[in-house]
Every structure is written in structure tokens, then in C-alpha cells.
């Protein structure tokens, strides 16, 4: 079971949560060549260890998170608001 320490409601079962994938992406711009869209979408390394990874906290604040996770021991390293601004605002908070 992998517990994921929402920022914005607490720990939480990753059963409330649905995965978005890799969160380390860079996506191409959108008039790129279909070669370029092509390599960023399907042709993506199977990371063991440390990796950044998209999460929808869908049962709970509805916010995405950005996920630092192990995915040989299931560790969480750190868990941020996926949109740089949500950052700014809870640092502003403490």
C-alpha cells in the first residue's frame, strides 16, 4: 500500500488518487513535428528508482501533485502541487 502525503489534506491511501504518469515530461510545442510528439508520448525510459510522477487526488482536493517516488521500494521523497503557482500560495501560507 503506498501512502501519499497530500499538501493539501494530509496522508492519504493512494486509492484516492488516480496516476498520471511521468511527471518529468517535457511535452513538445504544439506545431512540432509529429516525430517529436511521437518520441514524447510513447518512447519513454521504464525508470527503476527515483522518478517524478504525476498523481489526480480525485477522491479528496481534486488538485494534481507532483510525486517523487522510488519505484523499486514505493518510498515517497517528496510530494509538490503539480501548478508552480499552488507553490508560491502555501509557501505564502507557512
Known amino acids: ?18 496516476y498520471g504518469g511521468d511527471g518529468s515530461i517535457k511535452y513538445p510545442p504544439l506545431d512540432a513535428p509529429l516525430k517529436d510528439w511521437l518520441t514524447a508520448v510513447f518512447q519513454r525510459k521504464n525508470i527503476r528508482g527515483l522518478q517524478t510522477e504525476s498523481w489526480h487526488h480525485v477522491n479528496g482536493c481534486r488538485m494534481w501533485l507532483l510525486v517523487e517516488r522510488d519505484t523499486a521500494t514505493h518510498e ?3 510530494v509538490r502541487a503539480a501548478h508552480a ?4 500560495v502555501l509557501k505564502a501560507q507557512i
Request: one cysteine or more.
Open 1 to 18: 500500500m503506498i501512502r501519499i502525503p497530500c499538501p493539501f489534506c494530509g496522508e492519504r491511501d493512494h486509492s484516492e488518487f488516480t
Open 76 to 78: 515517497i521523497h517528496s
Open 85 to 88: 503557482d499552488f507553490q508560491k
